[in-house]
């Protein structure tokens, strides 16, 4: 798998000698400069006394590359197992309660971000449409056909948000703009991003685009990580 090989790499490297000498003789200050360059104008760097993290991460891997949505035009789609289908515009999606939480994105390839994020709760969209009884899994589809999925009761147990800002900011289209899925405790690919149609399902065992790759449905960071 494609996205494997860069991480065996990674840890072929940090095992051998040279790798933890280039890090001590002060590229440590380099990688600092350049996380400093991500942060955007404006973008708060810190929340209630921590850190954040740029919301500009440090590559792209995205599978078709980083996408440009055009707000005005934007609409999110709630179907599926719901009483009453039908969509939002983003400006309906602001106008609800929103919440506010700083939360981590952990990557399978070994990177991690502290974002402050700012969105609506996943639960309430859902309620607007209000699922039916047999619906246990939400899918996420997004503009670049990317897929992925949580359990319904995990969205209401963890009262996950629908988020539209980071760290003070709209989100950056590197981030999702307009909306990405904050998956709090799984790993980077439930994160959907460009997320523009939230389907409710009966299929517990539904696999996205990464986890029909091989990736774990259940997507749990490990405490090593942590
Ligand atoms: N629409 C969409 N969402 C996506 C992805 C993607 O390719 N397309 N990649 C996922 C993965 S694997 C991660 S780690 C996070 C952050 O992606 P990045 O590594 O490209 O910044 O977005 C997730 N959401
Ligand atoms: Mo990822």
């Known amino acids: 798998m494609k996205r494997i090989l860069p991480m065996v790499l990674a840890s072929l490297l940090l095992l051998s000698g040279c790798a933890a000498t280039s890090v001590e003789t002060g590229d440590a200050d380099a990688v ?3 996380t400093q ?12 006394g921590a850190r ?3 919301a ?18 934007f609409t999110l789609t709630i179907d599926g197992l719901v009483d009453a289908p039908g969509t ?7 106008a609800l309660d929103f919440y506010e939480r700083r939360i981590t994105l952990y990557c399978v390839e070994g ?31 997004s503009v670049d056909g990317y897929t992925t999925s949580l359990p319904l009761a995990t969205i209401r147990e963890k009262g996950l948000i629908l988020a ?11 981030m999702g703009y307009p909306l990405i899925v904050v998956a709090e405790e799984k790993l980077g690919y439930k994160w959907g ?21 091989g990736f774990s449905n259940s997507a749990e960071v490990p405490d090593s990580r942590k």
Do not use: H, M
């Open 111 to 141: 990177w991690e971000a502290t974002i402050l994020w700012k969105g609506a709760l996943l639960d309430e969209l859902i309620a607007k449409a209000g699922a039916k009884p047999e619906a246990v899994t939400v899918i996420f589809s």
């Open 52 to 54: 954040l993290d740029p």
């Open 32 to 34: 600092s400069a350049a």
């Open 164 to 174: 539209y800002e980071a760290n003070g900011l709209d989100l950056p289209p590197e």
């Open 37 to 48: 360059s991500r942060y955007r104008a404006n973008e708060i760097t810190e929340y209630q």
């Open 193 to 213: 991003r460009w997320v523009n149609r939230i389907t409710l399902s009966d299929d517990a065992d539904y696999q996205g685009f990464w986890e029909q790759r």
């Open 88 to 94: 939002l515009t983003l400006d309906q999606v602001r």
């Open 56 to 73: 500009i991460g440090p590559r792209d891997n995205s599978i078709s590359g980083v996408q440009y949505v055009d707000a005005d035009t």
